[in-house]
């Protein structure tokens, strides 16, 4: 695994957050690189990773794994059991908050980054760009290879605009654009908004959803680049029929 490369005070200061459960057997040596491996390009960077409920030894192995890397390593176990979607969105909304405890005072953007994704080795140094042009929270575009060749587009879940869902296939959404950021009600999967913005997020049971609506209560508009590629692995995929 490379060495960073050392902090630069004139660039701002992102702090990237993931959450993990059960990832000890999951690609998660190729994983942890590929998100250390961000601070080549953007050396002004930390992490946060949460590790809850949790019946492996992840936690020990991210820690032995970020080695010489500013990772800040969150325990916490909510206790809540099951699998139906209003039982993980709970469990996700309560690890997520914990997650955000860890952004200190010192950062200015977080970028909330799911731990199995796969994103360009720039999306830092990209959403940045998006942030100093005015389009924060920003958000990529997450795209899921249901057989080669044959990609549809991943977070229809979380990606709203005026109480309509996107949806898997072109044209997605009134409001998609595919060669320009367009604006959203709620996003997911890979997103920053200001590290600022954090005192006011409490999830409950919508996970992302309530971080997207606390972020609009605070007059912020929330943009998605369609052209920020952003991949979720399907061997890492669990299909949950989400209402």
């Keep these: 695994m490379a060495k960073r490369k050392p902090k630069k005070p004139d660039m701002p200061a992102v702090v990237l957050c993931s959450l993990w459960r059960n990832d000890e057997k999951r690609r998660l040596v190729d994983r942890v690189e590929h998100l250390l491996a961000k601070s080549e390009t953007y050396p002004n960077l930390r992490w946060v990773w949460c590790v809850g409920d949790s019946k492996d030894d992840t936690a020990k192995a991210l820690e032995e794994l970020s080695t010489g890397y500013d990772v800040s390593i969150i325990h916490h176990d909510t206790g809540i059991r099951g699998e139906a979607m209003s039982t993980r969105t709970r469990r996700l909304s309560e690890a997520a908050n914990a997650m955000l405890g860890g952004v200190k005072e010192t950062d200015d953007y977080v970028l909330v980054h799911e731990s199995d994704l796969v994103s360009p080795g720039d999306v830092v140094k990209r959403m940045v760009a998006h942030a100093q042009a005015g389009r924060c929270p920003i958000a990529g575009w997450t795209t899921l290879e249901v057989r080669p060749g044959q990609t549809v587009f991943y977070d229809t879940w979380g990606t709203r605009?005026?109480?309509?869902?996107?949806?898997?296939?072109?044209?997605?959404?009134?409001?998609?654009?595919?060669d320009a950021p367009f604006t959203v009600d709620s996003f997911g999967s890979v997103f920053m908004f200001e590290a600022k913005d954090v005192e006011h997020i409490n999830m409950t049971t919508g996970g992302v959803l309530d971080l997207c609506k606390q972020l609009k209560e605070q007059g912020r508009e929330l943009w998605i680049d369609p052209r920020l590629p952003i991949v979720q692995p399907v061997d890492l995929w669990t299909f949950y029929d989400a209402p």
């Design 161 to 178: 605009k005026d109480g309509v869902r996107f949806t898997n296939h072109a044209p997605y959404h009134v409001a998609y654009t595919a």
